[in-house]
């Protein structure tokens, strides 16, 4: 039998054990898209298995944390949610607690929850999420605490059900996992090796959202472009988007993360000539000199890096271009935080998430010499941060005035009045209400600036 046919059993057999009752389940998820997309599904299990959704804690019958251990203040945030939770336990005894995710991948993340959080009744990890029915049902039977956590996988599990959050947009995994072993980061531990997804498996996962109504979908994965490795039909990744965006009621494409050293021009000339393709590249710089993009084991340098900026701004002048900056990286000096200041001036990053560097441990920077006091690492990060800000608030200002389509995501959360949507270059645009609903598509004047954001007016 087959591994969906098998969990989609299991479903069944949860939903015979719980007897019909409208259980209640809150998901909590920390972290990144991946992390969303793999939460979709837990909610999708869950609702084949009767469960009813709340956003409250509190009021659940199950609640499915889903962990991120990227930075070390991800780890503190599940800690302080898991200490509340106790409570909620006392007040309702039947309460399910479950716990997934990339912390459950390291072992001293384990052992601190079997000791300090009895009262954590399912634990699993990243490679065996497809199996979440199966084990859930082991906790209803044994009554007992189930750990499974597994290694590593070479299973995609195809074809389960999702939850979406959005009904108008949705993310898809082409690949999991990541071989690039950057210094700093756990992802590699954590996710494994990678893997991509069949070409057919994915344009078909996109066909059903389209005419489920997903009119915008980003292709997910750590490393896209390095999409396709392994596979017996291997298409590159700049293929892979173009057949994506053909897929009929597919209106905007967007896709995330790219790595610098694999980003490739069929790459660039793809988006360029493919309007379905957002004018936005998350590219990931981490840092602008030389030295520390060595020790981080990035393979880019500085000038390659302003190289294929360059190249994407001057064929698509409209691209947003975003990137991801660390400082703080162990011996990092001023004279490699000017070479940082330096790239986010002559890129003119559209956005930037700067980040602390966190030591994680397993990875080889956290047992590099030289690891910096926590006043210099916030004395960089204060500058960079202030540098990204202005640019990216001078960039955003290149826009006003001008007519864009927006996708409506919503009704604005501070005014039921107004409508936030966003421009293919994903900035956020709030105007009036006019009628129109979400998922739906209207030509917006970008009015005015708010830094970060515009205030527009529909046009038609
Ligand atoms: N410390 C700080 N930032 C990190 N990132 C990944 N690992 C670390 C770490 N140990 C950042 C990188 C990456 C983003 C998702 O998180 O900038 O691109
Ligand atoms: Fe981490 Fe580098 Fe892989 Fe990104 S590319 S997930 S930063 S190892």
């Not at 066909?207 to 109504?213: E, F, H, N, P, T």
């Not at 039921?416 to 900035?427: A, D, E, V, Y």
Request: with cysteine; aromatic share 8%; proline share 2%.
């Amino acid at each position: 039998m087959k591994e969906n046919q098998r969990q989609l059993e299991y479903m069944q057999k949860v939903a015979e054990h719980n007897k019909g009752r409208r259980l209640k389940y809150c998901s909590v998820v920390f972290g990144c898209q991946m992390n969303e997309k793999d939460s979709e599904k837990l909610s999708g299990m869950l609702e084949a298995m009767g469960y009813i959704r709340t956003e409250s804690e509190a009021e659940a019958d199950l609640i499915i944390y889903n962990t991120c251990t990227v930075r070390e203040n991800a780890d503190k945030r599940l800690y302080g949610r898991l200490g509340v939770a106790k409570q909620y336990k006392k007040d309702n005894p039947d309460l399910l607690i479950c716990l997934c995710g990339c912390m459950m991948q390291e072992e001293h993340v384990v052992e601190k929850i079997k000791t300090s959080y009895p009262h954590v009744d399912l634990i699993f990890g990243t490679h065996n999420i497809f199996k979440f029915a199966e084990l859930l049902f082991t906790v209803l039977e044994t009554n007992d605490r189930v750990i499974d956590i597994w290694e590593k996988t070479d299973e995609i599990v195809e074809e389960l059900p999702a939850r979406r959050k959005y009904p108008f947009k949705s993310g898809v995994n082409i690949m999991f996992g990541c071989d690039n072993f950057c210094t700093y980061c756990i992802v590699p531990y954590v996710r494994g090796r990678e893997r991509s997804r069949k070409r057919e498996d994915i344009i078909k996962e996109i066909r059903s959202l389209a005419s489920d109504g997903v009119v915008e979908i980003m292709l997910l994965g750590q490393n896209v472009n390095s999409y396709g490795k392994g596979l017996d039909d291997s298409v590159s990744f700049a293929k892979l988007l173009d057949e994506a965006a053909a897929v009929e009621g597919i209106k905007r494409v967007r896709f995330m993360t790219s790595h610098p050293k694999d980003l490739s021009e069929e790459l660039i000339d793809v988006i360029r000539d493919n309007p379905v393709i957002a004018r936005h590249i998350h590219l990931p710089l981490q840092s602008g000199s030389d030295r520390i993009l060595k020790l981080m084991n990035r393979h880019y340098t500085k000038d390659d890096y302003l190289r294929l900026a360059d190249s994407i701004r001057t064929k698509i002048p409209d691209i947003s271009i975003t990137t991801d900056i660390i400082t703080g990286f162990p011996t990092e000096e001023e004279k490699d935080v000017e070479d940082t200041i330096d790239v986010i001036e002559r890129v003119r990053f559209d956005g930037a998430f700067t980040f602390e560097y966190s030591k994680r441990t397993g990875t080889k920077a956290a047992v590099m010499d030289g690891q910096l006091e926590k006043e210099t690492v916030q004395r960089y990060f204060d500058r960079v941060l202030k540098k990204v800000q202005d640019i990216s608030k001078e960039q955003a200002k290149r826009f006003e005035g001008r007519i864009m389509e927006v996708l409506i995501e919503g009704i604005n959360e501070k005014d039921p009045l107004m409508l936030t949507g966003r421009i293919s270059q994903n900035n956020v645009v709030h105007f009036k209400n006019t009628g129109l609903s979400t998922g739906s598509f209207a030509k917006v004047r970008l009015d005015e600036c708010r830094g970060f954001y515009y205030n527009g007016t529909v046009v038609s």
